[in-house]
């Protein structure tokens, strides 16, 4: 078991290298951040600021698997790199647990950004929520990347769908702007999309918003992962092409 949990850490290592070489990509995530911050409480105020953080963890964790872990696992497909650790004591298993620890800087600046700012204007329970939430959309977001590294025939091609598709999830629903300002025929149908539901999910928890039951948010989410486990268990195929 130990060893295991350290080789996943050796792999991660490995793969997120250029982290440690360029920390300027961090800085780069933190800043969007705040530059968001900055824009929503311009328009909102404080509520402003709630709505920043709900919506970008809960699309940071949409992002982190369809576009971090599906890229690092479709790139490693490319290079052949996914070969080599098939064929050696690196299990399937270890190997996706490495690109998800290698992928979690992403995630542990923005959150802290945010907590650091949940904690000055004394909303620091809306981070908590919105990390926790940020728990349940992830393994549905790892599910979703895997799938695309190994459906799409060319993974060379995988950041033209994956970009694509997180970016219009996290900037078309509801995700940063209230859900009230859709007409109403369109309300539902917009939960649907799971990074909408999982920060109106953080938002009704958190008391910011209560337009649906957090209960209907919570299945849409649970039937999104299990539609991608099923679809995910189907295609991906870790053994030498």
Request: glycine content about 8%.
């Amino acid at each position: 078991m130990i060893s295991s949990i350290l080789r996943s850490f050796g792999v991660a290592r490995l793969l997120s290298a250029y982290l440690l070489r360029q920390p300027g990509w961090l800085i780069q995530d933190a800043m969007f951040a705040v530059a968001i911050l900055i824009i929503l409480y311009s328009w909102a105020g404080r509520e402003g600021i709630a709505y920043a953080i709900t919506g970008y963890i809960s699309s940071g964790a949409f992002s982190f698997g369809i576009n971090g872990v599906g890229q690092v696992v479709g790139w490693s497909r490319v290079m052949r790199t996914l070969d080599l650790y098939i064929a050696s004591p690196i299990t399937p298993r270890i190997f996706l647990l490495g690109a998800i620890i290698g992928e979690i800087p992403y995630f542990l600046t923005v959150s802290i950004v945010y907590a650091l700012v949940g904690a000055l204007i004394g909303q620091l329970w809306i981070v908590f929520f919105a990390i926790a939430v940020a728990f349940l959309i992830s393994p549905l977001s790892i599910l979703l990347g895997l799938s695309a590294a190994f459906y799409i025939k060319r993974p060379a091609n995988l950041s033209a769908i994956t970009n694509p598709i997180a970016f219009l999830g996290t900037m078309l629903p509801p995700v940063f702007y209230p859900v009230t300002t859709l007409p109403e025929f369109l309300r539902l149908p917009a939960m649907i999309i799971p990074t909408a539901s999982g920060a109106e999910l953080t938002r009704t928890l958190a008391g910011v918003s209560s337009e649906f039951d957090p209960l209907l948010l919570l299945s849409i989410l649970l039937l999104w992962t299990l539609v991608a486990f099923l679809f995910a268990n189907k295609v991906v195929k870790w053994s030498l092409d």
